[in-house]
């Protein structure tokens, strides 16, 4: 059974794959994990490289998607997938699982995360991106949960007990 796991920047996934992979070794991290899956692009489709200090005009104006051939490929060969991450299009994409979750951060727990220092991931870094990913949160990503029939998951959980849930 594939599984997805969404969520926000600094909700967790990350944390959650380090964490669940000690006990099960199909559990991946779509940012790291699987090549050529995930990049930011422009208005116009073009693949961009994500500047260090992104504004909220840049922020606006580009977007991280994920490719669905290689998603589905992957798939193909990982039928028993957890995969963890967010993207432009991963809510859409959820239809790709057998079962999809999203991890839901409250905004101050959100903030301690970005900006505790403990971060491998370079998203989340700047106040611009803190305040562009809590309101993604409550204007796009939660209302995209419910359209696709996406269980929501509350993300200060510890991983065991998020893995308890969606197994």
Known sequence: MSILLLGAPGSGKSYFVENIKPQYSEVYDADYDIPGLAGWTDMN????IFPQKPTVAWLETHSFNWNENI???FLLEHPSAI???IAANAFELA??????F?????????RERMLS???KNARGKTIAE?????????????PQAHKYNITIL?????PSEIFASII
């Open 71 to 73: 998603l589905r490929d």
């Open 154 to 158: 509350d993300a200060s959980c510890a």
């Open 130 to 142: 803190i305040e562009q990913i809590t309101h993604a949160i409550t204007e796009e990503h939660i």
């Open 102 to 110: 999203y991890l839901k951060v409250a905004p101050e727990l959100l």
């Open 83 to 85: 995969v963890c991450g």
């Open 95 to 100: 239809r790709l699982f057998d079962r999809a």
């Open 117 to 119: 220092g403990n971060r």
């Open 45 to 48: 489709g073009d693949v961009v």
